[in-house]
């Protein structure tokens, strides 16, 4: 995974897949990525199944933006484009402070 432009973007080489075979999920600071692929293969003697799943999940350091999250299939490469998200502390609130009596 690398950086550009205010922007996480990760890559990944996965040939011979239809993006319909791709599923992305976000989840907190969890992006997972999962795919699954069956190739059937006939002639007049035989019938040949291949099968291949992949599964890779990368934790940022913040939650993940629900908007602005982007995925590319382009000559086997997925390409994910994650917003850089801004670093706050888990749970972080304000506290009012009142004046004592």
């Known amino acids: 995974m690398t950086r550009e432009n205010g922007q996480y973007v990760l890559k990944a080489e996965m040939p011979g897949l239809d993006p319909e075979d791709i599923e992305i999920t976000v989840e907190g600071e969890t992006l997972t990525v999962k795919a699954e692929h069956t190739e059937r293969?006939?002639?007049?003697?035989?019938?040949?199944?291949?099968?291949?799943?992949?599964?890779?999940?990368?934790r940022l350091p913040a939650?993940?933006?629900?908007?602005?999250?982007?995925?590319?299939y382009r000559d086997g490469v997925l390409t994910v484009r994650v917003p850089q998200p801004e670093k706050?502390?888990?749970?972080?609130?304000?506290?009012?402070?009142?004046r004592a009596d």
Do not use: L, N
């Open 41 to 58: 293969e006939e002639d007049k003697q035989h019938s040949e199944f291949r099968y291949g799943s992949f599964e890779r999940s990368v």
């Open 63 to 72: 939650p993940i933006p629900e908007q602005g999250v982007t995925a590319e």
């Open 88 to 98: 706050t502390a888990p749970g972080a609130r304000t506290i009012a402070v009142r």
